[in-house]
């Protein structure tokens, strides 16, 4: 196959980004008239290949073994390295999951091919695909086109592609195999990944209510987190309100926050830093109060309020609440 798509679980079904990573396959696969295939490998492979069979891929390959029965990013890179050699894909696609940042660089290392991480689209010049990452925090835009012939691996931000967009259809499975040994694999893990003690992942929440400077000052989170909890939604937050200490490093939004898309995004008191923008721009639905009615946080909103939110939020959750 051309492209080969890597998918991750999550509580025994496929990670939202892993989605996200065969919406920009079947849009590659489109553009530039390649093949694709989805491993699945791991203790949940037999759901992960129920998942993936209802997918407009090429086939499902699956990979079950002892050793991959928890994850380890020894047994995952060994595991990735064989079926590379075997296989032979132009490109390995996966979502830019914790669980990637802790083991894909290390299958890149090994084998001396290209890493493309955190890639925000892709798009065709000619035979070749061109894929952008932002660098500098997001303040400059990179394109990048891998060389020399070999295998290179790249890793989709979160919303890049949505998830609404995958295509389905049926595909075959087959079974592959790989040879690992216990000696090959000399690292354990934790469990999976926090931020913090009690910290939460926003990117699997489906509403988010966040709040920037537009606040004020600390005693008035407690406004944001009453609408929160009206709404069944997880408190988020611009990078202003981590620094100052008001909320936990866990709740940030953006570059150096986490990357979100929930189905309704409300953005409170915050005026739109391209920091933050690149960590939600893929909520389906976003929502923006802000008295600065020049604040750029309203040219992607869908629906926006000129207002103080002091004032705007006791009255929009009375009403929710009623």
């Given amino acids: 196959m051309d492209i080969l798509i890597v998918f991750e679980a999550k509580e025994g079904q496929a990670h939202r980004m892993s989605l996200e990573a065969v919406a920009a396959a079947q849009s590659m696969a489109k553009e530039l008239n390649l093949t694709t295939a989805v491993l699945v490998m791991g203790k949940d492979a037999k759901s992960l290949a129920e998942n993936a069979s209802a997918l407009d891929v090429g086939e499902v390959l699956t990979l079950e073994h002892d050793l991959l029965s928890e994850y380890s990013a020894d047994g995952y890179t060994e595991a990735l390295k064989q079926i590379i050699a075997q296989e032979s894909p132009s490109y390995v696609v996966m979502g830019y999951t914790y669980q990637a940042r802790d083991w894909v660089p290390k299958v890149s290392a090994q084998l001396t091919i290209p890493y493309i991480s955190d890639v925000i689209s892709v798009k065709a010049e000619g035979e070749s695909p061109v894929f952008t990452r932002m660098v500098y925090n997001g303040k400059l835009i990179s394109d990048i086109t891998p060389t020399g012939g070999e ?116 953005a409170l008191g915050i005026s739109g830093a391209i920091q933050h923008i690149v960590g939600m721009k893929g909520s389906k639905n976003i929502v923006a109060i802000n008295k600065d009615a020049e604040a750029p946080i309203f040219e992607i909103a869908d629906y926006g309020v000129v207002g103080d939110i002091l004032e705007i939020l006791p009255k929009l959750t009375e009403a929710i609440e009623q």
């Avoid at 000399?186 to 990944?193: K, M, Q, R």
């Avoid at 992942?201 to 489906?206: I, N, R």
């Avoid at 709040?211 to 004020?216: A, C, L, P």
Wanted: proline share 6%; hydrophobic share 40%; no cysteine.
């Fill in 151 to 266: 295998t290179a691996i790249v890793s989709f931000q979160a919303a890049a592609y949505p998830e609404d967009s995958v295509i389905s259809g049926s595909a075959e499975t087959r079974s592959v195999e790989v040879e690992l040994g216990a000696s090959m694999i000399s690292t354990v893990s934790e469990p999976p990944f926090q931020e913090e003690s009690g910290g939460v992942d926003l990117s699997g929440a489906e509403v988010i209510v966040s709040v920037g400077r537009g606040i004020g000052k600390e005693e008035n989170i407690p406004l944001v987190e009453a609408l929160a909890k009206s709404l069944n939604a997880e408190v988020g937050s611009s990078r202003p309100i981590v620094d100052a200490g008001w909320l936990p490093t866990f709740r940030q939004v953006g570059s150096s926050g986490q990357s979100v898309a929930p189905k309704l995004y409300l």
